[in-house]
């Protein structure tokens, strides 16, 4: 379980949505905030004030006992594909900000990235980064949403390729407000995300998100 600051609390509703960065995270923000109705201090959905619930040991196989929790996954190649194009290439709009060596403020830090890099040398540098040093837009899913055991320890998990479908099913559920759509936020242009990858780098991916892979079933 990782800390509770990707994981905000829902109080009215006893429920706790466990965010995932790169599945998303924008929307599901943006409506967060306007179905709570929390002011948003900037047009950044991420920079709102969010109430987080209690830092809370697992109790059994469940994360947060008690609260309904829910998160959203997404297959780790395209995923990873949104992350190069929007923390590398800068192809999306929105909400990143660059240093001043080229690539995301959230990636800076690490010496394997470089503005200029391809995604072939991406894959190779995020493979070499393991979760415990990882930034959140490409560490693990798994990490967020299991237990000490390693098994999975929310309510339900939606799927990024199901978004609205499975969105609407959290809405109705929790009897959050029906008026409010879930906008589409920091989406780069339509892309198949298999164009990106050789078959090493295809295989290499595999190995290095094999949990989220056998744990949410996702196949290339």
Known sequence: MLGTQYSIALP????????????????????????????ETSDN???????????????????YPGFFTFAFVRNPWDRLVSCYRDKIAGEVQGYTAFADN???????????????????????????????????????????LTNTRGSLAVDFVGRYETLNADF????????????????????????????FYTLETRKLIGERYARDIALFSFSF
């Open 12 to 39: 009215d509703y006893q429920a706790v949505y466990i965010d995932i960065a790169k599945v998303a995270s924008s929307s599901i923000k943006s409506y967060l905030s306007a179905a709570l109705g929390i002011a």
């Open 45 to 63: 959905p991420h920079e709102t004030d969010f109430p987080r619930p209690l830092n809370s040991e697992p109790t059994g196989h469940r994360l």
């Open 102 to 144: 080229g690539v995301a403020n959230c990636l800076a830090r690490f010496d394997a990235f470089s503005a200029d890099m391809s995604f072939i040398d991406f894959a190779h540098a995020v493979a070499s980064i393991p979760d415990q040093q990882a930034d959140e837009h490409f560490r693990s899913q798994a990490d967020y």
């Open 168 to 195: 609407a099913r959290i809405v109705k559920q929790l009897g959050l407000p029906e008026e409010f759509e879930l906008p589409r936020l920091q989406a780069a242009s339509p892309a198949n995300y298999a164009d």
